[in-house]
DNA sequence: GACTCTATTTATAATTA
DNA sequence: TTAATTATAAATAGAGT
């Protein structure tokens, strides 16, 4: 899609997040797509660098855990 | 992307494995790619409706935890 | 940042083997 | 069934606003 680029980290900060933020919608919409028509729950996070939760995709039944004495985070599916 | 179709639960068992296992993988490619070019961390989860853990994707920092006893699954992020 | 445009590449539904 | 192929639609890099 797009100019052909190889796949490795974007160094210019501007290009990265311009990216980030291309990718992530789709990135969601295709986790939502994928959950609806096949019929399984996906849960998707991702992280920033700056540590901080850029987004998750879920079917209403996951949480998040923040945590923020311990460099730990926790995604919790319920699976009733 | 193929012919159109509109996004809901796909009926046929055979059809939707076909398009769960086709869509799973371009899912998986495309977090990796964000990951890698955004230099964020991505975790991606997918559970087969018979409760199965059917995937994820990771940074190799991630774990998955599948606890039999009680319908709770947990994947966490260790942070350092 | 957050949109728009569009040329190009990728993803994929349907089909065929 | 599982794996290719094909026809078509979606995603997106880059550039401009």
Known sequence: MGRKIEI???E??????VTF????SSLLKKAKEIAISCDVDVLLVAFSPAN??????SQN?????EPTKIPLRCACYLSI
């Open 21 to 24: 933020s291309k990718r992530r």
């Open 61 to 65: 039944r996951y949480c998040i855990y």
């Open 8 to 10: 490795k980290k974007i």
């Open 52 to 57: 901080r939760l850029s987004k998750f995709c």
């Open 12 to 17: 210019d900060i501007t290009k990265r997040q």
